[in-house]
């Protein structure tokens, strides 16, 4: 069995060093052999840089995923050149640096592509995503040595990630949605096999507008004029998913959504 851990959108300094005390405790608890982490945000809010990206390969992250925000520092290029294992979406024109998906050996001996696309909605309008799935996966199949594909889809509307499930459902072992900061609650097996959930969610402080410092979010909204960034610092949280995939078929059979520590419940009567 594969058990995937995939740690959703890590936001700024704070997600990643929560992330760094409690990955031994996550990785023993869903026993997790592979890891893919969404770094597109590390890095103060925008982008990855070598020395984060070091940090994650330290504790044992075996691919790094990104997304659009990648573009926003430009310490992030020489990573993107000269790391495999830091990917970015593949739909992006030609002539942009950086991989699209990487291909890793898991210990049992299959290998695992991770691959990452780019939504157009709402985003820029880049290659088609779809049409650029497609040519990857005819390339993968001719390679006949891919036991199991994941595929991180960044994007900004659920109709598009559903899409995008469906059309690659029975292709892909799991398809995983990112970008949004906010964990849905529909992560299910497709009829075919592949696991899907429309975004893992974010990794970082809640105490937040999706990482954002909250009062700086408000006076954007309020005044509509542009407000300096700064990332927020407190309720820092982990989310993602664990997803099992039968290495024989490549096929999902269970996916399970994780929140780290979890959000109290809490119900009002009146």
């Not at 990855?48 to 997304?67: M, S, W, Y």
Request: glycine share 8%.
């Amino acid at each position: 069995m594969i058990n995937l851990l995939f740690i959703g959108d890590v936001a700024c300094f704070e997600g990643l060093e929560f992330l760094k005390s409690n990955f031994e405790f996550l990785k023993e608890q869903y026993q997790a052999n592979f890891i893919v982490v969404n770094g597109e945000n590390i890095c103060n809010g925008k982008g990855i840089t070598e020395r984060e990206a070091k940090e994650l390969f330290d504790l044992g992250v075996n691919v790094i995923t990104t997304g659009n925000h990648i573009w926003d520092n430009w310490m992030s290029k020489p990573l993107l050149k000269s790391e495999p294992l830091v990917i970015r979406p593949m739909n992006y024109p030609p002539g942009n640096i950086g991989r699209g998906y990487a291909v890793v050996q898991h210990e049992s001996g299959i290998n695992i592509a991770v691959l990452q696309l780019q939504g157009r909605t709402f985003m820029q309008t880049i290659d088609c995503p779809f049409r650029c799935a497609d040519a990857v996966l005819e390339n993968l199949q001719k390679r006949n040595d891919i036991g199991v594909v994941i595929v991180d889809f960044h994007a900004e509307t659920t109709g598009e990630k559903l899409a995008m499930a469906w059309h690659l459902d029975g292709r892909v072992s799991a398809l995983i949605g990112t970008h949004t900061h906010i964990q849905t609650a529909d992560a299910q097996i497709l009829p075919n096999g592949t696991a899907y959930i429309t975004d893992a969610g974010m990794t970082g402080p809640y105490d937040s507008v999706l990482g954002m410092d909250k009062h700086v979010a408000l006076n954007r909204y309020i005044y509509q004029v542009a407000h300096k960034f700064a990332p927020a610092k407190n309720d820092v949280r982990i989310c993602g998913v664990s997803v099992k995939i039968d290495k024989t078929s490549g096929n999902a059979i269970h996916i399970e959504r994780i929140t780290y520590p979890k959000f109290e419940n809490s119900v009002t009567l009146e």
